[in-house]
């Protein structure tokens, strides 16, 4: 199936799923994850109505944005590291994989510097898997309190990836663990964090996601198709 038809069927689905869980559908918003995609399939990707485009890579966002529409929403949702802070402050739109204080205060000092506010995501490790970044359950609301604190960051909500399964159940309690610690950080009414987004969700899993309150879905493959295996590429 081509790109527009996956997009469409996609919508059905959030459509469907986000009734089916007594959510207005546009409650839930679709972002295409463009890793490894050529611009040609973004473009149609585009043309389809995708308004949100999910990069993992600084550089690759640079690029691919200043060749495209600027009214596009681009977020960052991969790992950043705090030597990246810089262009990502002024580039991204939201930066859904805030998980440490250090490249916090680094993203906040290049924000006032650009005179910026930049919106911010605080990405949570929910399984506790050493090998994924996010800060720690336990950690995540003393992160948020202190990220709180620092004046050109705007927090809007949380982000998680759960352990890889083959069966999206055994995601869904990551994902309900993600929605309880953000109604337990709402009830603290910190200024500056608005905990409107559960960014959450992914091609294997979205639909479980949705039930249990996801606000940005992150989809790459049921969008467009199987990823090559990835190639580390120079300056990641
Ligand atoms: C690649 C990626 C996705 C999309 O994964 P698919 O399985 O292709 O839908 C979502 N979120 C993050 C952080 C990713 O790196």
Not at 64 to 77: N, P
Request: proline residues 5%; glycine residues 6%; contains cysteine.
């Amino acid at each position: 199936m081509s790109v527009t038809e996956n997009i469409k069927q996609i919508r059905a689905v959030i459509a469907e799923t986000a009734a089916r869980s007594g959510r207005p559908p546009s409650s839930v918003r679709l972002m295409a994850v463009t890793k490894t995609v050529d611009d040609e399939r973004i473009i149609e990707a585009i043309k389809a109505g995708i308004d949100i485009i999910g990069e993992n890579y600084v550089q690759e966002a640079k690029r691919k944005r200043d060749s495209m529409d600027k009214s596009l929403e681009w977020h960052l949702i991969g790992h950043l590291q705090t030597n990246k802070a810089k262009l990502a402050a002024s580039l991204f739109d939201m930066i859904h994989s805030v998980d440490r204080m250090e490249l916090a205060r680094e993203l906040d000092r290049r924000a006032r510097a650009a005179g910026l506010i930049v919106k911010i995501l605080i990405e949570v490790n929910v399984s506790g898997e050493t090998t994924k970044s996010g800060a720690p359950l336990a950690e995540a609301t003393a992160l948020v309190r202190a990220v709180a604190a620092l004046p050109n960051l705007s927090i809007q909500g949380l982000m998680t990836m759960p352990p890889f399964c083959d069966d999206p159940e055994e995601a869904r309690p990551f994902f309900r663990r993600l929605r309880e610690l953000r109604d337990e950080i709402e009830t603290e009414r910190m200024p500056r964090v608005e905990m409107k987004e559960l960014s959450m969700g992914m091609s294997g899993d979205y639909t479980v996601a949705i039930e249990e309150g996801a606000t940005i879905v992150r989809l790459g493959r049921t969008i467009f198709g199987e990823r090559p295996p990835r190639q580390l590429k120079q300056g990641e």
